[in-house]
């Protein structure tokens, strides 16, 4: 299934011989089908199933559901980001919308791509690099 903000809406999923690489976006690559797929609303999803953590590799869905959400008891979200299809542009508006909602951008969860949202501002003890690596 697709999880959504909002009302249901009908998607066009393409599927793909890399599984990972399927998603609703036609011209992200070769296809092997399509499939028609109905969403359900993400928040309704989250609150019903208490869930505190989100971890996403949605190939680029990510900035609409991020910007919508409003992920009601989420305390961290960990995603890959896909900035060749959004651009430095989309990173800003998902870090604007995760911002509004409280949300901080956590490097020490983070590498590359794929990072880490939190909302636990708690104290933090100082981490040397050498033992982090």
Known sequence: GILTAGPPRAFTFYVREDLWMSSVERNQGPYERE??????????????HEINVLVMDIEGAEKELLQH?????????FLELHDHLYGLEGIRHITLALSAKGFAYDPRGS???????????????????????
């Not at 499939?35 to 019903?48: E, G, K, N, P, Q």
């Not at 959400?69 to 979200?77: M, N, V």
């Not at 590498?111 to 690596?133: Q, S, T, W």
């Open 35 to 48: 499939l028609l797929i109905v969403s359900a609303d993400v928040d309704r999803f989250i609150a019903r």
């Open 69 to 77: 959400a409003s992920l009601p008891g989420i305390e961290r979200i």
């Open 111 to 133: 590498r590359g791509p794929c990072v880490l949202f939190a909302k636990n501002d708690g104290p933090r003890e100082y981490e040397d690099a050498e033992d982090v690596a």
